[in-house]
């Protein structure tokens, strides 16, 4: 069943189509990955479906109801966004987490005691429990984008759109996220769509890929079916040696570290 | 509890006990000095007249002073910029100009200068955001542009005060931040916008820490960024206007008492405000009482005080901000 | 054949400019003469000089109170534009100016507490002690910025603190000393109202050799653009150049503030005002010619305003300067956005 379905959507970007009659659908408790070269437009189409930008022609879906009919805390309790970069403000980390719980908060109330106990499972989900309360802003680039993801786990919503997730972080950071990301889909039923630049990393971790170029969709489906080499080939118009492992994919999630 | 919950009781407490402390004695200190004890129960009306006076004074200049203090807070935080001020930026001469004009050549009524003020003040500010291109992260540019703006209203009025039909003196005390002419009406007037105001604003205190976040992390977290800000500056607006209804135009109160304050408690948003109200007010008061007790019979304004005192408070807290001791 | 043509139309160009501005000068000096509480006509005024009366009012009211203030406003324009262009040069801030440093309103006050300690002080020993002053207070507020380690908006900040404090100050002396305040008539805002041929005299003398310094020093003003290095590798002793420039915009500052008061504002507005025609080349002859092209208009524009009680023209030149400086902050910070 697709749950985020994006119909005859176009966007124009400097008086040109960015995207022209796009149709996609994205199933839901999947990961997804997006990947492309730069420029063609991964980016333009999280920010689409987060509600950043507004098509010029065209209707997105999100479980059969359009995206812009959602009031904004409604909307925010369902999907949250994880930009590409963005400068931290000077809050501890504890305070900056906190704001992730905004959208299930009233106008009065301060932060319950279940929300205190969702912001310390985002942080030790993280692995950032030795910093909370040092500034934001202060963290290291791979803290920082740790940071950034505890938010969007704080806000505890069904759908993450993230946007290159892995930049700044060292290898063993990177695979921790990438199960983390596992583990959420299995046990916390999240749906994630996400822009990658590693193919082998999309390959074992996805449920799906797409290949997007030029705000056009190449191809989309299962990793085995669309990860080849002429399908790479089409995208950055490249000849890549790809290795993938025999054995089939996602023996990733079988490492289980949750 | 964290420590900073701690230094702000700590801080709280000391600053309402030296402003009540203040406001005692600004009652018995002046050009006649009144010992409180023996007055308040013997039947002198023209001492009873002199204290109600006072009393008067003193709320204003703790209400206008407090209110201007927390509308600055408040610009600073939306603004992400802690050299904005009220006064420096110009917002103050605007409302200024507005009621002069309309008192020089129209009605005189409080509450028509009451709306006319924080028109004053959102006009000013806007015309600032307007000529700087909309680009606040620039400091120096917003700072000179609204210093411009400032000098330049000063100007006209003194145009105008110069040319007035009228006798000047009731101009002057509004210009230059004096307590001299306080009127019943007024401080109903600000009393009154006190306690809207400042509700209010500790209520939605919560939401100016999402002003330090970028607008994609905003939107993902479900914030109407847009409404928020402009709710903000409303209410920062009325907060200034009403203090510029009571006492003009006052000097550097805006940049140093939300900055000592923040030296103080660092700056989480709703203990901010409390402390900047409290600094504002403290600084004000004192401002009023040395101006009365100086040189008595002459009576310095206020207004100038602020100036004499805030300018070496300014330097000592930018040197601080420079040193990087303070967020 | 092209070429040559090109380098003298070049030269035309400035040498138009210069000339439309002493020009310019002339006829506003001739203005300001013709109006002002009784307005003379030309025929008037010529016959005056000519038959030399001196007990005529109209001589009186021409050569000792209007040609004075004339020429005062000549040479405050043409010094005030100097002082900021040559402030501007030494810190490489192209919105740098004597009011932003606290130094106008600081000599001000030097000025007023000299005429409320020594009232019968003349304008000679006033003006020593306004320049120890000046001096002074421009040490101070050296010293502050060196032990912060501000940015450029912490030292116009600090410099608008020390402005305010001094004004205040001096108002507050104002207000203090009612007595005295009238024998002091010192206008907070730039006044030439008042200006005596004694004191024409006493200015003219630092005026001309002030200037006569900085026209010999003008070829190296450009050479203030570079930065230490390059400037050490040409052979060129930077640091002494600035030190000399910044003491004559200090001087310029403090001569032309003590006898006419603060003018705000002006100093930054006048080299931008003339950079376009200009170009790079003797700034220092435009900026004093336009400077006082600037001031005199503004003088004029105090007589017709009210001729009866005539604003300080420190106003109306801060009325005419702050849209400028406007523009100018939005050409220099927001251009690309």
Request: proline share 3%; hydrophobic share 50%; aromatic share 10%.
């Given at each position: ?23 996609l ?23 689409l ?88 802003n ?22 993450l ?7 700044g ?57 669309v ?32 | ?62 209400c ?137 604003c ?12 970028d ?5 993902s ?28 135009h ?78 | ?20 501005g ?32 001196e ?85 101070l ?46 206008n ?24 006569t ?53 002006f ?11 200009s ?14 092209v ?30 400028l ?6 050409q ?6």
């Amino acid at each position: 069943m697709s749950e985020i379905t994006l119909t005859h959507v176009t966007y124009y970007q400097n008086h040109k189509a960015l995207f022209d009659n796009l149709n996609l659908q994205l199933n839901k408790k999947k990961i997804t990955c997006l990947i492309g070269p730069n420029g063609s437009g991964k980016s333009t189409l999280l920010k689409l479906i987060a509600g950043l930008l507004q098509a010029s022609l065209g209707e997105i879906t999100l479980e059969a109801k359009s995206i812009s009919a959602y009031s904004r805390k409604d909307f925010a309790k369902k999907l949250a966004y994880l930009p590409q970069q963005c400068v931290l403000p000077n809050l501890p980390l504890q305070e900056y987490v906190a704001l992730g719980r905004f959208c299930h908060q009233t106008w009065f109330a301060n932060l319950q005691e279940e929300d205190h106990n969702i912001i310390h499972q985002a942080i030790a989900l993280t692995d950032l429990q030795s910093l909370m309360l040092q500034p934001v802003n202060t963290l290291s680039g791979g803290q920082q984008q740790r940071a950034r993801l505890a938010l969007i786990l704080a806000q505890q919503s069904e759908y993450l759109l993230l946007d290159e997730p892995l930049t700044g972080l060292d290898l063993k950071q990177q695979i921790k996220m990438l199960n983390l990301l596992l583990y959420l889909q299995k046990h916390h039923q999240k749906t994630i769509l996400m822009t990658l630049h590693d193919i082998h990393q999309a390959a074992e971790i996805s449920d799906e890929v797409i290949f997007i170029k030029n705000g056009v969709i190449l191809n989309h489906g299962k990793p085995e079916e669309v990860i080849h080499h002429e399908g790479l080939y089409d995208l950055f118009d490249y000849h890549f040696e790809i290795n993938f492992p025999r054995n089939g994919y996602n023996n990733f999630g079988h490492r289980d570290c949750y | 509890m964290r420590i900073a919950d701690v230094n702000v009781k700590k801080y709280t407490t000391i600053l309402s006990f030296l402003l009540l402390v203040v406001f005692v004695a600004g009652l018995s200190l002046g050009t006649i000095n009144i010992n409180l004890f023996q007055e308040i129960f013997s039947h002198h009306e023209d001492m009873k007249f002199i204290l109600q006076m006072r009393i008067e004074r003193e709320i204003m200049a703790i209400c206008c002073g407090g209110m201007l203090a927390t509308g600055s807070a408040m610009l600073q935080d939306l603004t992400g910029n802690k050299m904005v001020a009220p006064d420096l930026i110009g917002m103050t001469s605007v409302a200024c100009l507005l009621i002069i004009i309309c008192n020089l050549f129209w009605i005189k009524s409080p509450i028509l200068n009451e709306l006319l003020a924080i028109t004053g003040s959102a006009l000013g500010f806007l015309a600032c955001l307007f000529l700087a291109k909309n680009n606040i992260a620039n400091r120096l540019g917003f700072v000179l542009i609204g210093v411009s703006i400032s000098f330049a209203l000063s100007a006209v009025m003194q145009l105008l005060i110069l040319n007035a039909p009228e006798s000047m003196d009731a101009y002057f005390h509004f210009m230059t931040g004096s307590l001299y002419a306080t009127q019943f009406e007024t401080v109903l007037i600000v009393i009154s916008a006190v306690l809207i105001a400042l509700p209010v604003c500790f209520i939605i205190s919560k939401r100016f820490l999402v002003f330090s976040l970028d607008s994609a992390t905003c939107h993902s977290i479900g914030v109407s960024i847009k409404t928020y800000r402009i709710s903000s500056f409303l209410l920062a607006a009325f907060l200034v206007g009403s203090s510029v209804v009571g006492v003009g135009h006052l000097g550097f109160l805006g940049i140093v008492a939300p900055n000592l304050a923040r030296l103080m408690v660092g700056n989480r948003p709703p203990h901010i405000f409390i402390l900047s109200f409290l600094v504002g007010g403290l600084i004000y008061l004192f401002a009023d009482i040395l101006g009365r007790c100086l040189i008595s019979p002459v009576e310095i304004p206020a207004g100038m005080l602020t100036n004499i005192l805030g300018a070496p408070l300014f330097i000592y807290i930018l040197f601080k901000y420079y040193r990087g001791q303070y967020e | 054949m092209n070429k040559r043509y090109k380098v003298i139309l070049n030269f035309s160009k400035q040498q138009f400019a210069l000339s439309i501005g002493v020009i310019l000068i002339i006829f506003l000096s001739l203005y300001n003469l013709q109006y002002g509480v009784t307005h003379y006509e030309l025929p008037e005024i010529f016959s005056a000089l000519w038959h030399r009366n001196e007990n005529a009012i109209i001589f009186i009211t021409l050569f000792k109170i209007r040609l004075p203030m004339i020429l005062m406003a000549i040479m405050a324009g043409a010094g005030m534009a100097i002082a900021g262009l040559l402030l501007q040069k030494v810190t490489q801030n192209p919105l740098a100016c004597p009011s932003l440093t606290g130094m106008e309103y600081g000599t001000a006050l030097c000025v007023i507490l000299v005429y409320l300690f020594l009232p019968n002080a003349n304008r000679l020993h006033v003006l020593c002690i306004a320049l120890l002053g000046g001096v002074f207070n421009f040490i101070l507020i050296q010293c502050l910025i060196k032990k912060m380690g501000v940015s450029l908006i912490g030292i116009t900040l600090i410099g608008i603190a020390f402005d305010a404090l001094y004004f205040s100050v001096i108002q507050a002396i104002l207000i203090a000393f009612p007595m005295q305040a009238q024998a002091m008539l010192y206008n907070l805002n730039g006044s030439i109202q008042g200006i005596t041929v004694a004191d024409i005299q006493l200015t003219f003398i630092f005026f001309s050799v002030l200037l006569t310094i900085t026209l010999l020093f003008s070829r190296r003003l450009n050479l203030l653009d570079l930065d230490d290095n390059q400037a050490a590798s040409l052979g060129f002793n930077i640091f002494k150049y600035r030190f000399i420039m910044l003491a004559l915009s200090l001087l310029f500052t403090v001569v032309m503030t003590s006898m006419i008061g603060p003018l705000l504002f002006f100093s930054l507005i006048v080299p931008h005002v003339v950079k376009p025609f200009s170009g790079n080349k003797n700034s220092i002859v435009f900026c004093a010619v336009f400077g006082a092209v600037l001031l005199l208009f503004a003088q004029l524009l105090t007589q017709l305003i009210t001729p009866q009680t005539p604003p300080p023209v420190g106003i109306i030149s801060l009325l005419i300067a702050a849209p400028l400086l406007i523009y100018i902050t939005r050409q220099y910070f927001y251009a690309n956005s």
